[in-house]
């Protein structure tokens, strides 16, 4: 089993920045594919980033479009933690983020990843 905790959300205003992180633990979880996803009311969970994992730190990432050159992930194999930075923040980023772990690969579609957090909540004022 797998257990991922997320942390660092909170309230900001428009144009400010949040670093959100991902503490994994559980089984073999630090070479896991990981990502973010985030869900606003009402709306469907909605793919965010992601990142594999490679023994010589060459790591892929991936984004959506909606946050491309504002967001960047990463991960610490040695803290077994993955980050979202989040600068130049938009109201319409609002939204409980949940972190993702697969031992698979990366994927958009939530319903493809086997693990998940409880979420933590992301609030951009305008």
């Known amino acids: 089993q797998v257990q991922l905790t997320e942390s660092g959300g909170g309230l900001v205003q428009a144009g400010g920045s949040l670093r959100l992180s991902c503490a994994a633990s559980g089984r073999a979880s630090s070479n896991f594919p990981m990502g973010w996803f985030r869900q606003a009311p009402g709306k469907e969970r909605e793919f965010v980033a992601a990142?594999?994992?490679?023994?010589?730190?060459?790591?892929?990432?991936f984004y959506a479009d909606s946050v491309k050159g504002r967001f960047a992930i990463s991960r610490d194999n040695g803290e077994n933690t993955v980050y979202l930075q989040m600068n130049s923040l938009k109201p319409e980023d609002t939204a409980a983020y949940y972190c993702?772990?697969?031992?698979?690969?990366?994927?958009?579609?939530?319903?493809?990843?086997?693990?998940w957090g409880q979420g933590t909540q992301v609030t951009v004022s305008s």
């Open positions: 990142i594999s994992w490679s023994i010589r730190n060459a790591h892929s990432t």
């Open positions: 993702a772990a697969d031992p698979d690969g990366t994927y958009t579609e939530a319903r493809a990843w086997e693990y």
